[in-house]
């Protein structure tokens, strides 16, 4: 059977920077295109998200996207971002089956983490720094690190880590054949996991305990365990376990001797592991369809899917397989007479005996004990502290105890006041990344916007109407030409030409309203008059305008931002509001810039309004860019003021 891989801190990077489906095709192909607009900060969380995203659904792009997050990372020279870029770069790798380069690339994530010394994090790395070992089959060097990570866990007193190690050490006991161990480990697991509701862990250990009922040929309570943890996995969409079970569940009916149900479960698991690129289970899922074939006396079907297994466990150094294959090749060969079976019978024998050394076996021992005595120890020493301290409060007279008393007081409401400054000073360093980063995203939106809309007008105004220009060109030529004597004719080109006339103003009007030559030359006063004047022909409405104190001209996007405010304003009023009459009054007053609008129209319900009116709401967002403030003044029937006041540095 296939055992679930232990669980990996790589999982816990989904709790802290996600939070989202997986592979979800929208939100990466929005992640792409915000990329090359972005500020570095920003690009390297969107480089680890897109590789975060991408790691089942297409491995190599994931791993480019992760170089390019380590190569930012490496020019800008912070050393969380280059441990952080050094971690993406090996999960993919671990992801493809490409063991020695993830490990490397932990080892390095791991040095940085542990001179920065936050101890989560390193904890992460050494985490999956075990999961390679293991899987290479250094049960030793894995087992060296999972009690170190659970030394760091069980001193943060983080009970859903401390479970996830659990996990990983009875796995360890396992793969040795210790059994009680093991399940001591995973019992504890279970205790923990239960109370906290954690389902991939739960699954991990059901799965877990399945491989060894399954050992000792209690096949019902291995089916019991695997369909436990087969519902749990598929409820949270880890694919690459959900597989391993399905495989585990054939090699069940496989030796329950129900072989056709064991051949499909098997083909079932290898094609999933296709999808999803995982090497390491394509391997194993290969090498049991080759052990079905043989004990079905189909010799080619075997030889083909065994070969396969140990070509894919050798290029990616997955040394458990790679024994397996070696041994059921050697079973084959000697099943269909070839004299090949003593040579692969002795390389699986080279290769297990490199594995499973005494010396191995020894050294996880004395890990194990010294941890237990390490311990002890300690325990040991907290009681004896735990005795002196109560001796020493039972000598102690009601002097001295009162004094203890208000010392202990006066300490916990000075570490509760260097708290509570502690949390203010940190949430007002997030306020003030989070005020910059949106501040960040706000310039992006309304900069992406302005290039689109002077982008618009220029094909407008140098595309179609150059072409609407040079068509009425043709029409007058051809009309001169043709001489039309019909007066019908005549009436028709005429009320042609007049169209082309009509079409021809229409996209010029288009054009000076989507970026106006004014605003960009003359800056805000003139594009507002000139925004008036051609709206203004009308008995139906007067606008009055009132400039003061804009001599000078703003910053370039402050008065962008102004004209589309106002532009906007302006064209609710002929919109809804029913109006005869606009008054808008511009004043600059030293560092300061208000705008007010007021009409005569039927006005609005503006609590409504402010909970379902984008326009507004997108008003709003723009002033407040400028660090401004905005106030909607109006009620049914009674007409709207509009007051809009900027700082001007």
Request: hydrophobic share 40%.
């Amino acid at each position: 059977m296939k055992n679930i891989k232990p669980y990996s801190v790589l999982f816990i990077l989904c709790l802290f920077l996600k939070l989202l489906p997986a592979q979800n095709q929208h939100l990466i192909d929005s992640l792409q295109k915000v990329l090359p607009s972005v500020h570095d900060t920003i690009k390297l969380k969107i480089l680890s998200d897109l590789s975060w995203e991408l790691k089942n659904a297409d491995k190599l792009k994931a791993l480019d996207f992760a170089k390019q997050e380590l190569e930012l990372a490496l020019k800008l020279n912070g050393q969380k971002a280059i441990a952080q870029g050094y971690n993406d770069v090996g999960i993919i790798y671990y992801q493809r089956g490409n063991l020695p380069e993830a490990l490397s690339a932990y080892e390095k994530s791991l040095s940085i983490r542990e001179k920065l010394n936050d101890q989560a994090l390193i904890a992460s790395s050494l985490n999956k720094i075990a999961i390679i070992y293991h899987n290479m089959g250094n049960y030793a060097k894995s087992l060296e690190k999972q009690l170190q990570i659970l030394t760091i866990y069980q001193n943060l007193g983080n009970q859903k880590y401390i479970a996830f190690t659990y996990n990983n050490i009875g796995e360890l006991y396992n793969q040795q054949d210790n059994y009680d161990k093991a399940f001591e480990y995973w019992d504890k697991a279970l205790e923990i996991n239960k109370k906290i509701g954690d389902k991939y862990s739960l699954g991990v250990t059901y799965s877990s305990k399945a491989v060894v009922f399954e050992k000792q040929k209690k096949y019902a309570l291995a089916i019991e365990n695997l369909i436990k943890g087969s519902e749990l996995f598929l409820s949270t969409d880890d694919y690459d376990n959900y597989s391993a079970c399905v495989n585990n569940l054939g090699q069940i009916y496989r030796n329950m001797g129900q072989t056709e149900k064991g051949l499909n479960a098997y083909q079932k698991a290898l094609e999933m592991s296709i999808k999803y690129d995982d090497a390491h289970g394509e391997a194993k899922y290969s090498c049991n369809i080759g052990l079905v074939y043989t004990d079905l006396s189909n010799y080619a079907f075997a030889e083909s899917y065994l070969l396969k297994a140990l070509g894919i466990s050798k290029k990616n150094n997955i040394r458990s397989v790679e024994r397996l294959a070696y041994k059921s090749l050697a079973k084959l060969y000697i099943k269909s007479k070839d004299p090949q079976a003593m040579e692969y019978f002795q390389k699986y024998d080279a290769l297990k005996d490199s594995i499973f050394s005494e010396e191995s076996t020894k050294q996880i021992a004395e890990m194990q004990t010294k941890y237990d005595t390490e311990k002890k120890e300690q325990e040991n020493q907290l009681l004896s502290t735990d005795n002196v301290l109560k001796e020493a409060i039972i000598k102690e007279q009601a002097t001295q105890r009162n004094l203890l008393i208000f010392s202990f007081v006066a300490i916990i409401l000075l570490s509760l006041l260097l708290y509570n400054r502690y949390k203010l000073k940190q949430k007002g360093l997030f306020q003030v990344e989070l005020i910059k980063q949106q501040e960040l995203r706000s310039k992006a939106i309304i900069e992406a916007e302005e290039k689109e809309r002077m982008r618009i007008a220029l094909e407008l105004h140098d595309g179609v109407g150059q072409q609407l220009s040079a068509v009425k060109l043709n029409m007058s030529s051809l009309q001169s030409n043709l001489k039309l004597e019909d007066e019908h004719q005549k009436i028709m080109m005429q009320n042609a030409l007049d169209l082309i006339d009509d079409s021809v103003k229409e996209v010029r009007s288009v054009s000076h309203s989507m970026m106006p030559n004014a605003l960009l030359k003359s800056g805000l006063a003139l594009a507002v008059r000139e925004f008036l004047n051609r709206i203004s022909h009308t008995d139906n409405l007067k606008i009055e305008l009132d400039i003061n104190g804009l001599n000078e001209r703003l910053e370039s996007t402050m008065e962008t931002i102004l004209f589309r405010v106002l532009q906007e304003l302006v064209n609710n009023i002929i919109k809804h509001s029913q109006a005869t009459i606009v008054n808008i009054q511009i004043i600059r007053h030293n560092n300061e810039l208000t705008l007010m609008i007021e009409d005569n129209g039927i006005g609005f319900d503006v609590n409504k309004v402010n909970n379902n009116g984008i326009g507004l709401k997108n008003i709003r967002s723009r002033i407040e860019y400028l660090n401004g403030n905005v106030n909607f003044d109006s009620h049914p029937g009674k007409g709207t003021t509009v007051s809009i006041e900027v700082p001007i540095k």
